[in-house]
């Protein structure tokens, strides 16, 4: 099946471009799908389901988004509460100034 893509008018031309990426597309989906059963059908062999090799948790086999754990804040200013410190990382400036006029960690522990 030869095409003479110079007896085509742009329009053919974009049609044709339309119908070759959509192909590609489809193909790259087969291509992926039998490789994920190669590779589930070799896990299964091993005593293994994919999941237990990749870390996810889903039965669909998408990955289970991590959120980074945040700690509860531990210290509150004083005279604003809305600010606050986990205790992790460096002082914030309102808790240093509050040390520094006498008050101690405990005083500002909520």
Not at 78 to 107: H, M, N, V, Y
Request: some cysteine; charged content about 35%.
């Amino acid at each position: 099946m030869a095409l003479n893509l110079d007896a085509m008018s742009r329009d053919e031309l974009m049609n044709l471009r339309k119908s070759v990426d959509a192909a590609l597309k489809t193909l790259d989906k087969r291509k992926k799908k039998k490789a994920r059963a190669a590779v589930e059908q070799t896990a299964r062999e091993h005593g293994f389901s994919l999941n237990d090799i990749l870390g996810t948790k889903k039965a669909n086999g998408s990955k289970k988004k991590s959120s980074p754990s945040k700690s509860p804040p531990k210290y509150a200013n004083p005279a604003d509460s809305g600010q606050t410190w986990t205790g992790r990382g460096p002082r914030p400036g309102w808790f240093r100034d509050c040390l520094a006029k006498g008050k101690t960690p405990e005083d500002m522990a909520i």
